[in-house]
């Protein structure tokens, strides 16, 4: 029992990532109809973004102790982070929570980002095919991870967890175990559920904003909601630029438990894409439904009972199930009747 709550946890830190970065991908697909291959980009651009935000408030101003003297007898020279000479001990509570005050910087730098590509290279694409719309995403993905490779160098970047959530947390205790039985990081239950609340988010503004309501119109009929006189062009750009926002607050929160480097995109771009399949392309429950339900999967799979028995089988785990349930069923978990259907 110990080790299935384990896994279990394990699965849903992983398939909270799966399922924002496949939602953002959704997003696209439902309202645009593009195969967005740069969305791995995105994700990895996040996580630049916590690496650029703590780079700039943790830039050192230097002040000479005349009543100190260095080893060579000269002036003591002290270095402290420009945030803390700035902002006192707020300034220190910044530097520590560098990762989640980075989202301050995440979501305007990904806003623009996403309707810069959008307005500049995906609507001369809409009505282009697939294939056409895959090559063009795939190769603006490939130019945004050289570019990044040419500002950081091509090494991982740690990023710290903050002091307070360090460690780990007896979550047996919660479920009636015995005390230490089961212990997890707690930065990952961190992830989980801000995870869980970006999804939630989403899904509200979909649902009960007027905003959201046009937009689900339009994925539905875009047509008949242009004739009514909306501009629904300019929410899906606006969407797209939400999808880039949703992709790159998965990558920043994610830095912690994964140093960035410029491939981090790359290797993520597949898993989702995956996800978003199982799950039904322009189905968004479907994303969130695959990215949780593939991330439990992966993470049974990793134990080393079952790969003693089915070797290498954590590295196929998600592809064979993709294969499985695209063979019963080609529009996927909860995709509409004729998408990806003959």
Not at 209 to 230: N, Y
Request: with cysteine.
């Amino acid at each position: 029992m110990d080790a299935i709550l384990a896994q279990l946890l394990n699965g849903l830190d992983k398939g909270g990532a799966y399922a924002l970065i496949a939602l953002g991908l959704t997003l696209v697909f439902g309202t645009l109809g593009v195969v967005n291959f740069a969305h791995g980009a995105l994700f990895m651009l996040g996580a630049f973004c916590a690496v650029t935000f703590r780079a700039l408030i943790t830039m050192e101003s230097v002040t000479v102790d005349e009543t100190q003297l260095s080893p060579w007898g000269s002036p003591l020279e002290i270095r402290t982070p420009m945030a803390e000479t700035w902002f006192g001990d707020f300034g220190a509570i910044l530097v520590d929570y560098s990762v989640p005050f980075s989202i301050l910087l995440t979501i305007p730098v990904m806003l623009i980002v996403g309707v810069a590509m959008e307005r500049g290279l995906i609507k001369h694409f809409y009505k282009r095919p697939h294939a056409e719309q895959i090559l063009v995403t795939f190769g603006l993905a490939i130019v945004l991870q050289e570019v990044v490779k040419a500002f950081f160098g091509p090494n991982p970047w740690p990023q710290p967890i903050p002091s307070d959530l360090r460690g780990a947390t007896d979550v047996g205790a919660l479920f009636g175990m015995q005390a230490g039985a089961v212990t997890y990081p707690l930065w990952r239950l961190v992830y989980l559920g801000f995870s869980l609340a970006v999804l939630g988010a989403v899904f509200a503004f979909l649902r009960f904003t007027t905003f959201g309501m046009v937009v689900r119109a339009g994925m539905a009929d875009r047509e008949t909601v242009g004739l009514l006189g909306i501009n629904i062009d300019r929410r899906f750009t606006i969407m797209f630029g939400l999808a880039a926002v949703v992709a790159g607050l998965a990558g920043a929160m994610y830095t912690p438990l994964l140093p960035p480097n410029y491939s981090l995109g790359m290797d993520f771009l597949v898993l989702s894409f995956v996800v978003v399949v199982v799950g039904g392309m322009g189905s968004l429950p479907g994303a969130v439904a695959a990215g949780f339900l593939l991330g439990i999967l992966q993470s049974f799979a990793s134990m080393t009972a079952i790969k003693a028995i089915v070797p290498g089988i954590d590295q196929i785990i998600i592809y064979a199930v993709a294969v499985i349930i695209l063979l019963v069923r080609p529009r996927g978990l909860l995709g509409r009747r004729g998408v990806m259907e003959a």
